[in-house]
Structure formats: structure tokens, C-alpha cells
Nanobody
């Protein structure tokens, strides 16, 4: 089983910055894509940013130029550097990984999610 643990959320004033981290742990797995979604109660989960194993990145239009996603593959860690934060960025941020798990019967694809870390931006 692969587990993800996020950290780095909190309360920040508009215009401020936060760095989110997400570490994947477990065994017999490899990681392909990593990324971040955000969830506002009552609204659909939104993809914020993702990064491939080859470090190709994609961003939601709402965060382009303000957020930067990166990864340390050796540590199975993905980061989200958030700058120029706005009140509308307030949400629960969840990381995910798409990978392959091999328990001896051949690799199988999976997606794992973290529990989420709350980001609150005050105006």
C-alpha cells in the first residue's frame, strides 16, 4: 500500500506564499505522474498542477505564473510553491500520485491520494 502525507498548509495573508510538500511511502511501487488538486466544499475538485516522470508540467489557468510544481523523484516527493496567493485560492489541497505497484504478479497501475492540507488566504 502506498501512503501520501502532505504538509505545509496554513493561514496566510493575500499576496503571501506557501510551500506544500507531499511524500509518498510504501514498497514495491514506482511513481509516474504526481500532482495537486484542490477542493472547496460544495464545488468540484479542481486540478491545480501536475508533473510527469519526465518533469513536464501542466497548470490550471487560475494559477499559472503564481504556482510552481516540482518533484524530487529520489525522495518520492512533490512540491507546490504558491506565491501571490489570493483569497480564492482558499481550499483543501490534496496531492496524488499515479504509479505502478508490483507485488510479484506483474505491475498494476494505481492512483493514491493524500488526506489533504488546508490553505486559507485572508484578504
Amino acid at each position: 500500500q502506498v501512503q501520501l502525507v502532505e504538509s505545509g498548509g496554513g493561514l496566510v495573508q493575500a499576496g503571501g506564499s506557501l510551500l506544500l510538500s507531499c511524500v509518498a511511502s510504501g514498497s514495491h511501487f514506482s511513481v509516474n505522474e504526481m500532482g495537486w488538486y484542490r477542493q472547496i466544499p460544495g464545488k468540484q475538485r479542481e486540478l491545480v498542477a501536475r508533473i510527469s516522470s519526465g518533469t513536464t508540467t501542466n497548470y490550471a489557468d487560475t494559477v499559472k505564473g503564481r504556482f510552481t510544481i516540482s518533484r524530487d523523484s529520489a525522495k518520492n516527493t512533490v512540491y507546490l510553491q504558491m506565491t501571490g496567493l489570493k483569497p480564492e485560492d482558499t481550499a483543501n489541497y490534496l496531492c496524488y500520485i499515479d504509479g505502478k505497484l508490483d507485488l510479484g504478479l506483474g505491475p498494476s497501475g494505481f492512483r493514491s491520494w493524500g488526506q489533504g492540507t488546508q490553505v486559507t488566504v485572508s484578504s
